[in-house]
């Protein structure tokens, strides 16, 4: 079992950057790959990056690519995404998510690959 906590989200203007810190519990951190995604009202969850367990493999989608950067830190048990050129869009709540991996470097994209989610933490953007 995984407990995933986000922190890092708030209130920034149009071109700015924020970054997200998700806080897994459990000693088996480094055996799982692990995902953001974010959901706005009336909208699908939506991934945004994903990495896999050994911080080898990276992947995010077009709309975010160039943008966003995913990176985890296994010591402490934490996976970021640091977020530039923010826009109006991006705005909704953000959630991490992990997978246990078999392999070292798998990554996951849809919400269906992940077992584990935390909580959300809000993020907006004024235009």
């Known amino acids: 079992q995984v407990q995933l906590v986000e922190s890092g989200g708030g209130l920034v203007q149009a071109g700015g950057s924020l970054r997200l810190s998700c806080e897994a519990s459990?000693?088996?951190?480094?055996?799982?790959?692990m995902g953001w995604f974010r959901q706005s009202p009336g909208k699908d969850r939506e991934f945004v990056a994903g990495?896999?367990?050994?911080?080898?493999?990276?992947y995010y989608p077009d709309i975010v690519k160039g943008r966003f950067t995913i990176s985890r830190d296994n010591a402490k048990n934490t996976v970021f995404l640091q977020m530039n050129s923010l826009k109006p869009e991006d705005t909704a709540l953000y959630y991490c998510?992990?997978?246990?991996?078999?392999?070292?470097?798998?990554?996951?994209?849809?919400?269906?690959?992940?077992?584990?989610w935390g909580q959300g933490t809000q993020v907006t953007v004024s235009s």
């Open positions: 990495i896999s367990r050994n911080g080898g493999n990276t």
């Open positions: 998510a992990g997978e246990y991996a078999g392999a070292a470097n798998s990554y996951y994209v849809y919400t269906r690959n992940y077992d584990f």
């Open positions: 459990g000693r088996t951190f480094s055996s799982y790959a």
